[in-house]
């Protein structure tokens, strides 16, 4: 499986941005998919994860009420809308796969992509 993600850039604090991530290789339906980031000097962290139909989605505490996961399963593609950006939310955002969102919220992911880098400005 190999995971593209795109859609990272600079904003300005409050604004917004959406990244994108196409799976290839892979049955995509069948994966739950998610987003972690990593700051330089900082661990990675858990951002947002979707069952396979997308029912069932899970965020991390900082994230929660500002960003959205969705997928389209059509496509391949797994989104992060990203509102009310923040300085702190700086970092490299990674695309994952994996069995379960529960288990992506625990960082056991089964492949990752490369990342996309966000930069918020305040």
């Known amino acids: 499986v190999q995971l593209q993600a795109s859609g990272g850039g600079l904003v300005q604090a409050g604004g917004s941005l959406r990244l994108s991530c196409v799976a290839t290789?892979?049955?995509?339906?069948?994966?739950?998919m998610g987003w972690y980031r990593q700051a330089p000097g900082k661990e990675r962290e858990f951002v947002a994860a979707?069952?396979?139909?997308?029912?069932?989605?899970d965020y991390g505490a900082s994230v929660k009420g500002r960003f959205t996961i969705s997928r389209d399963n059509a496509k391949n593609t797994v989104y992060l809308q990203m509102n009310s950006l923040k300085p702190e939310d700086t970092a490299v955002y990674i695309c994952?796969?994996?069995?379960?969102?529960?288990?992506?919220?625990?960082?056991?992911?089964?492949?990752r992509g490369q990342g996309t880098q966000v930069t918020v400005s305040s």
């Open positions: 994952a796969s994996g069995r379960t969102t529960v288990l992506l919220s625990r960082g056991d992911s089964d492949y």
């Open positions: 290789g892979g049955t995509f339906s069948a994966d739950a």
């Open positions: 979707i069952s396979t139909r997308g029912g069932i989605t």
